[in-house]
């Protein structure tokens, strides 16, 4: 407490890093993971080795990751962006499939009768198929969110700051309350994305609140 | 005006669905085609708004082969009401009922106030309109369903089966709602059905369809059951049935009519 009391800007300071790494990633990873899910879901001859190849990302460990990185992107290692691509990278491998999923998870019943009124590939695409695959897709960005608050701690290693700083500072110096400082940060930003998806799964899916709720008194046809 | 022209599908690994199938749907008629499950309707149907391409053969609107038009306006510009309504889960009912306006530009606001009205039409309280579809009874879904069908206003309904998930007491009531709609809409109507008393309350003419979208007769209702083509129309139809069959009897001076097994179904009007 002492510790933290003494500390505080510097906390501060590192949550807004933190939440600087995770949030661009976060949000990479759907942007990218949903049109490649999606193709893997029409396609699925293209789908299969491409689904397999996502998940492989997550098994690229992290420190040859983030020397590879600036190296193919021409960009200095100890950058911001080489943190948010490597997260995009793991936040891709851990999304793609459940964004094919998503898609998969919607009734085709209700994708046919939209084409058979007269709904364009494209308006199939965003009227029906990408408000259904909400759900499924919110839940594995859940995932991914806490998965990714979490990973960007390892950015203290190459030296951007992060929350994760305060865990490698408090180890190095002997510092317990940093690093528990550090650690419970950590969760609550965690808790924090989720808490925020959960409430935009609330506002994007209003119909599957009310369907919990159908049971209201039935006034039948007038 | 409608016109299939020897229309023939074949799905991939399938025996044909449909065989050499020719009808001429005249304008605001409505045409049903009654067949047992898997005896090709909805196939046909589907060859109307392009659903299903024809493996050979055409399909005419107006005289213009619908190969010729862009599917998704086509789609647009004809109503279609399916089995199980086929709503938008995620859409409130007024917006599933302003759908093909909304997509054809049409401001959402108007769209809205107008698919109000039509949710009056179809007999249903304005008040269901701001609910999901999951929110209602199966029967209130096909109104919803039909509502969507004349949203954009279209010469041409195609109804597939789209009384036949709901209990008889609403299956009749649906019925009812259809045929007083049409008495002032005088849409060209294809409907498709595999119940024959269905077929014979709605159609104007009805076509009795055999196994491989094959015409077993075809003909106002009153043709078909007074004259059958053949014993497998007879059975279909239930010609030889014992409700089908009334005779007259005199009870307490008033005529009453019975079926086959004595079964008083009517009065006469005098
Ligand atoms: N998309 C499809 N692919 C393969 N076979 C189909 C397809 N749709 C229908 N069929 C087959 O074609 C035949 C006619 O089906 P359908 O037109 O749906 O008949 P109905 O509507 O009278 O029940 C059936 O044998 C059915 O299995
Ligand atoms: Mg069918």
Redesign the interface.
Same mark, same amino acid.
Do not use: K, M
């Given at each position: 407490m002492k510790w933290l009391s003494l500390n505080w800007p510097q906390v501060v300071e590192l949550t807004r890093d933190h939440l600087l790494l995770s949030a661009p990633a976060i949000l990479l990873s759907v942007l990218l993971a949903v049109p490649i899910g999606r193709l893997a879901q029409q396609r699925p001859r293209l789908g299969g080795p491409l689904l397999g190849a996502a998940s492989l990302l997550y098994a690229i460990p992290a420190l040859p990751l983030l020397i590879i990185i600036p190296v193919i992107f021409g960009i200095p290692l100890r950058s911001p962006a080489t943190m948010i691509i490597a997260l995009t990278v793991y936040g891709l491998a851990l999304l793609v499939r459940t964004a094919a999923d998503a898609f998969g998870s919607v009734?085709p019943?209700?994708r046919?009768?939209?084409?058979?009124?007269?709904?364009?590939p494209r308006?199939v695409f965003w009227?029906?198929d990408l408000?259904?695959a909400v759900p499924v897709l919110l839940a594995g960005v859940r995932v991914v969110a806490v998965s990714t608050v979490s990973l960007v701690t390892i950015g203290a290693l190459i030296g951007v700051p992060s929350l994760g700083t305060l865990l490698t500072d408090g180890f190095q110096r002997g510092i317990p309350a940093e690093v528990a400082t550090g650690v419970i940060a950590t969760m609550l930003l965690a808790l924090f994305f989720d808490a925020v998806l959960v409430a935009a799964g609330r506002i994007l /899916?209003?119909?599957t609140v009310?369907?919990r709720?159908?049971l209201?008194p039935?006034?039948?046809? /007038? | 005006m409608i016109e299939f022209e020897s229309v023939t599908k074949t799905y991939p690994g399938q025996t044909t669905a449909v065989s050499d199938f020719s009808l001429v749907v005249p304008s605001h008629r409505t045409v049903v085609l009654v067949g047992s499950s898997g005896s090709g309707k909805s196939t046909l149907l589907r060859t109307v708004n392009r659903m299903v391409e024809p493996t050979s053969g055409r399909v005419l609107i107006d005289d213009e082969d619908v190969r010729e038009r862009d599917p998704v306006a086509l789609r647009r510009s004809i109503g279609y009401v399916l089995q199980h309504g086929g709503l938008l889960p995620h859409r409130s009912v007024l917006d599933n009922i302003a759908t093909v306006p909304v997509l054809n530009g049409v401001p959402k606001r108007e769209a809205r106030t107008a698919a109000s009205e039509l949710l009056e039409r179809v007999g249903l309280d304005p008040k269901v309109g701001r609910r999901f579809p999951g929110q209602l009874s199966g029967g209130q879904q096909q109104r919803v369903g039909v509502a969507r069908a004349l949203a954009a206003d279209p010469n041409i309904l195609l109804m597939d089966e789209p009384f036949g998930a709901v209990d008889p007491i609403m299956r009749r009531e649906l019925q009812e709602e259809l045929l007083r709609l049409q008495a002032d809409m005088h849409k060209t109507i294809v409907f498709v059905t595999h119940d024959v008393d269905e077929a014979f309350l709605l159609g104007d003419e009805v076509v009795v369809l055999r196994e491989g979208g094959v015409i077993a007769q075809r003909g106002t209702p009153a043709e078909i059951l007074g004259a059958p083509a053949d014993d497998f129309v007879r059975d279909f139809v239930g010609a030889d049935r014992a409700e089908r069959e009334l005779h007259i009897t005199e009870v307490d001076g008033r005529t009453i009519a019975v079926d086959a097994s004595g079964r008083p179904v009517g009065v006469l009007a005098p």
């Open positions: 009734d019943r209700v046919e009768a939209a084409v058979a009124v007269g709904h364009s308006s009227r029906v408000p259904l /899916t209003p119909w009310s369907r709720e159908r209201l039935q006034e039948e046809t /007038t | -």
